[in-house]
T-cell receptor
Framework: DTGVSQDPRHKITKRGQNVTFRCDPI?????LYWYRQTLGQGPEFLTY????????KSRLLSDRFSAERPKGSFSTLEIQRTEQGDSAMYLC????????????FGEGSWLTVV | AQTVTQSQPEMSVQEAETVTLSCTYD???????LFWYKQPPSRQMILVIR??????QNATENRFSVNFQKAAKSFSLKISDSQLGDAAMYFC?????????FGQGTILTVHP
């Protein structure tokens, strides 16, 4: 069990560029979540997958954001035409089925849009 | 939980003393889970303690314990024998079987 892994850890991009983040969940965790967090705030839910199915999307997830989990393992979060307001930390988390329902987080991917 | 509220933006405690962080929540679900996470300056969210709503007994993990008042929808975290390493942002969160909803967080400062 290597924990939830996110890549890259930091990304600086120019406004208007596209960026993609990758998340590798804990093995055998069938649920994967994406959150966004800005300084001094709690994480805000973006979307989550159960296996390869995207079960819920927040209204925070505009048309410029897309997430995939093609084989039910790793996931990608793409932001197109980045804006300065997209600057935040993007957190990935995963959980396994069962009554514990504990969600484990990765270290996050920092995005700075300049 | 559909909404989670942490009313204490900041708290402080002396090393070795006890501190309690407050959290209230609202949900229409009958089966749910409540969590406290710690986020130190390194930024990784670390699970501190978990409570299943169907369990009446308050969860305890070493120096960390909760006071779960289901009727009042209250879920406070007590940290005993506070240590310098406990300094962090603490988030309360709740979930049924999907997304985890967080409160706004409480910054805990531990004074030596």
């Amino acid at each position: 069990d290597t924990g939830v892994s996110q890549d890259p850890r930091h990304k600086i991009t120019k406004r208007g560029q596209n960026v993609t983040f990758r998340c590798d969940p804990i093995s055998e965790h069938n649920r994967l979540y994406w959150y966004r967090q800005t300084l001094g705030q709690g994480p805000e839910f973006l979307t989550y997958f159960q296996n390869e199915a995207q079960l819920e999307k927040s209204r925070l997830l505009s048309d410029r954001f897309s997430a995939e989990r093609p084989k039910g393992s790793f996931s990608t979060l793409e932001i197109q035409r980045t804006e300065q307001g997209d600057s935040a930390m993007y957190l990935c988390a995963s959980s396994s089925p069962g009554r514990s329902n504990t969600i484990y987080f990765g270290e996050g991917s920092w995005l700075t849009v300049v | 939980a559909q909404t989670v509220t942490q009313s204490q933006p900041e708290m402080s405690v002396q090393e070795a003393e006890t501190v309690t962080l407050s959290c209230t929540y609202d949900t229409s679900e009958s089966d749910y889970y409540l969590f406290w996470y710690k986020q130190p300056p390194s930024r990784q969210m670390i699970l501190v303690i978990r409570q299943e709503a169907y369990k009446q007994q308050n969860a305890t993990e070493n120096r960390f314990s909760v006071n779960f008042q289901k009727a009042a929808k209250s879920f406070s975290l007590k940290i005993s024998d506070s240590q310098l390493g406990d300094a962090a942002m603490y988030f309360c969160g709740g979930t049924s079987y999907g997304k985890l909803t967080f409160g706004q967080g409480t910054i805990l400062t531990v004074h030596p």
